[in-house]
């Protein structure tokens, strides 16, 4: 495994960084501050992403565009170190329109859409116009088993009429966000329970579409939102259907797959920042007659930090190597490995960050507060740590099954005296 930067990637962190420092760096307080004053999208994002495009920083992601959709084609091993960058500040992917949900949304669109439902939704989306949601997780079920699904779209005519109720949907405050990609069940007693659900375009305008609140996480308020939203007797067209009746369970397991290896790349970066600050207030602040980088408590925290970042670093580089070179699919195992440990190590620095700045560490004076809290809720998102963890033991319990009586030798050797 290689995983030495190419010359073309060694160019983009180049840039990426200088953009970084040039243009987002310099408005993180005025983000803040006009987030605080209720404006939203922010006043100067569409200025950026316009200049983002112009110096080739645009649809990163996406390795597979045509030659008339603009973007820089980057494999998942490529991608990696730039989503670390762009991490590092919460709101700047959006900038490059490298933004969730919207990236896994224009994959979805690019690999199952019609022309028409790509010529009217993928287009904007792939130039930045529009934003949009992935509507699955449902609050009266357990939605990391997508078989139990509730929502229920049913087949009239030339049309499908949608009910249901879905929770916790990003992006559906954004004032741009136009279409939800929405999970159902088309079939609900189909035999194959993998086969009952699929995916149907909805317009966040469409009669019978209700936002009924956007919900804070740990008390923290994102205003593009994280929304509680009912459809009742929702009508969309039977064209608005993605691929086929039956095939929203394989286009999900699709679209998690580089959904959840962009999420550990971006936590990577934060963690990357909560260690640089700790560093940093390590060297600044005394307590008792020494640098705090100079009391054993928090030497360890600063070592172990780098230890759990490069270790975690690596994984993440070896998972999106193994995407490209055998899917999703074939990296399965992998994927649920950095997504159980990507989260956790990101709260764990973050609070190792919070508890070297005392009181300051809790506060807005600092980004470690909202390092901590979006680590801890990837813990749920794109399905929760026992999921991803029950996979990986299922995986290592096949393997054992597959070659057994192996280590037998090794359990009947004697016992030395």
């Given amino acids: 495994m290689d995983f030495d ?33 209720g404006i939203f999208p922010v006043s100067f994002m569409e200025d950026l992403k316009e200049l983002a495009k112009s110096e080739g920083l645009w649809n990163l992601f996406l390795p597979h565009l045509k030659e008339d959709e603009v973007g820089t084609r980057l494999s998942n091993l490529d991608y990696a ?37 790509k010529k009217h939704w993928l287009t904007p989306l792939l130039d930045g116009k529009i934003r949009s949601a992935f509507a699955m997780t449902e609050p009266d079920v357990s939605s990391s088993d997508a078989t139990n699904i509730q929502t229920v779209m049913r087949r009239d005519k030339n049309d499908y009429v949608i009910n249901g109720r879905k929770w916790f949907i990003s992006n559906a405050a954004h004032p741009n966000c136009k279409i939800m990609i929405v999970m159902g069940k088309t079939d609900p007693n189909n035999e194959n329970i993998h086969r ?20 804070t996480i740990m008390n923290h308020h994102s205003p593009e939102g994280h929304c509680e939203i009912t459809f009742k007797d929702v009508r969309v067209p039977i064209t608005n259907i993605l691929g086929g009746e039956g095939d929203g369970f394989m286009m999900a397991q699709t679209r998690l797959g580089p959904g959840r290896i962009h999420h550990c790349m971006r936590s990577i970066g934060q963690s990357e920042l909560a260690l640089d600050l700790m560093v940093e207030r390590a060297q600044e602040r005394k307590a008792f007659g020494k640098y705090l980088h100079q009391h054993g408590a928090v030497s360890e925290w600063i070592a172990h930090s780098r230890m759990e970042i490069d270790q975690a670093r690596l994984l993440v580089l070896k998972t999106a190597d193994m995407i490209d070179k ?17 989260p956790k190590m990101q709260t764990t620095i973050a609070d190792r960050a919070m508890q070297t700045f005392g009181a300051m560490g809790i506060s807005p004076d600092t980004p470690l507060a909202d390092i901590w809290t979006w680590g801890r809720a990837l813990r749920y998102a794109d399905g929760p740590d026992e999921v991803h963890l029950r996979s990986i033991a299922r995986m290592e319990i096949k393997k054992a099954q ?9 359990l009947t050797l004697p016992l030395r005296s």
């Fill in 196 to 215: 009952q659900q699929s995916m149907i375009l909805v317009p966040m305008d469409t009669a019978g579409v209700t936002v009924e609140r956007n919900i």
């Fill in 5 to 37: 930067y190419s010359p073309k990637v060694k160019t983009l962190r180049r840039r990426l960084k200088n953009f970084m420092g040039d243009h987002i760096t310099p408005r993180i307080q005025q983000h803040h501050n006009e987030i605080k004053a």
């Fill in 81 to 117: 170190p730039l989503a670390e960058i762009m991490g590092r500040v919460q709101w700047s992917p959006e900038v490059f329109n490298c933004n969730a949900p919207d990236t896994g949304n224009m994959e979805i669109l690019h690999m199952f859409g019609t022309e028409a439902q």
């Fill in 402 to 410: 597959e070659k057994q009586g192996f280590t037998l030798p090794y």
């Fill in 326 to 342: 055998v899917g999703a699919k074939g990296a399965r195992k992998e994927i649920s490995m950095i997504k159980a440990i990507i």
